[in-house]
């Protein structure tokens, strides 16, 4: 496991302010500080973001909001106090990007609606994350991700066509939501300043970004009336695919999405009457015999250990996976060569394991220089940039606006 490194990022000197909450935005702007930004992080005093009160935990610190949140400064602030608000609106003059995902409404309310912000900084990007978007008849409904997935159409396909739909055991959503986040406000930026035009606001709705991916279910049913069903661990475009037991009891994951990769595995088995026999020759009439086939392919997959199906396929071009469990994960070399578990410092915890950076840059990698911050770690080098004094900063603590 490689310790973080130091080498900055390609969007070093980009300033972003984030002021929302739990899941989605907060990781699009944590995939941005991966990248060298410097994100300031704003929660309510006493309680901070709620993500810092998400299990699991170790002693008195959420280890997912040591993660998640990892590479931003913490200050706290009451937005909803005047002077709060004034305070914002200050560190918000030099950012270039801002990320909330209150209801819709919810700043207005406060008044730190668009003209406000707008005012404080006029080349501000504006990130908004909600559930239902910022326009529309549920625009001001509640929003969280997982129903998020049910709303989208995702759940609807996930599961086994016996039983209800299975709901995903990670925060997809939101993690989708935020990757749309981070490219929105990119895209923004390079708009602003790649081709000088105006400042915008980017809205991503958390339904939308799972929405955005089901294109194989969506154009079917918009041309053909097809509703597609769940199907367990059927790939409904593809056969032979789906998880296979080897002899000595380990999962393992096949896809042939090509008829080319399907004449390999054919020879692989010893099968290669397969290649030519027209019931099994192309994937369009093999998927009309998925049982049969798949029933073939579990066979010779059951004859074998792990590790000989895996070295096989690997040699011969066939896409095949063990079903890696974490454990599995932090003992695979390959995820050690590519740099995907990194240690980097908490606080109070010390070294702890977070996922590494993502993608790749040739030239200019991404850095973690710090874990999930304390709550209102940064306030005396924060404020203290704005020129408050040390009695300021006691004073605004004691009244509770930061």
């Known amino acids: 496991m490689r310790r973080a490194g130091v080498s900055g990022g390609p969007l070093v000197g980009l300033r972003v302010m984030d002021i929302s909450t739990v899941f989605a935005a907060p990781f699009a702007a944590s995939l941005l500080a ?72 919810t700043l207005e309310r406060w008044g730190l609606g668009t003209d406000d912000l707008r005012e404080a900084n006029p080349r501000l990007v504006i990130v908004r994350v909600s559930g239902f978007g910022q326009t529309g008849p549920y625009r001001r409904k509640a929003g969280f991700g997982t129903p998020a997935t049910a709303f989208s159409g995702y759940a609807y396909i996930t599961g086994y066509p016996d ?17 749309f986040g981070a490219l929105g406000a990119m895209s923004a930026l390079y708009h602003r300043d790649a081709l000088g035009g105006e400042t915008q606001e980017v809205d991503a709705a ?12 969506v154009t079917p049913y918009g041309r053909l009336g097809l509703v597609r ?29 090509t008829d ?27 998927v009309e015999r998925r049982g049969e086939v798949d029933g073939i392919v579990a066979d010779w997959f059951g004859r074998r250990s792990a590790e000989d199906i895996q070295r096989a396929c690997d040699d011969s071009g066939v896409p095949v996976s063990l079903v890696n469990s974490i454990a599995d994960i932090f ?16 606080a109070t915890l010390g070294k702890i394991a977070v996922p590494g950076i993502v993608p790749k840059f040739s030239g200019t990698p991404g850095e973690l220089r710090h874990a999930g911050p304390l709550l209102g770690e940064h306030n005396e080098e924060v404020y203290g940039t704005l020129g408050l004094s040390e009695g300021e900063i006691r004073r605004l603590r004691e009244e509770g606006v930061i």
């Open 34 to 105: 991966d990248f060298g930004a410097e994100v300031l992080k704003v929660e309510m005093p006493g309680s901070g973001d709620p993500l810092r009160g998400m299990q699991p935990f170790e002693g008195e610190e959420s280890l997912v909001w040591a993660a998640l949140s990892r590479n931003k400064r913490s200050v706290t602030l009451n937005l909803k106090a005047e002077e709060g608000k004034r305070l914002f609106l200050r560190l918000l003059g030099d950012r270039d990007v801002l990320f909330e995902n209150f209801r819709p409404g």
């Open 163 to 179: 039983r209800p739909p299975l709901l995903p055991p990670i925060s997809i959503a939101d993690y989708v939501t935020g990757l």
């Open 206 to 217: 958390l339904y939308e970004s799972m929405f955005r991916l089901l294109e194989n279910v």
């Open 229 to 257: 069903e769940r199907s367990g661990n059927e790939l409904g475009s593809s056969v032979p695919a789906g998880i296979f037991t080897s002899a000595d009891g380990k999962m393992l994951v096949l896809t042939t999405s």
């Open 260 to 286: 080319r990769t399907f004449r390999r595995l054919a020879g692989l088995m010893g099968r290669e009457d397969m290649i030519s026999d027209p019931r099994y020759a192309t994937n369009r009439v093999r």
């Open 331 to 346: 003992e695979d070399p390959h995820f050690a060569a590519r740099e995907m578990l990194l240690e980097v410092e908490h």
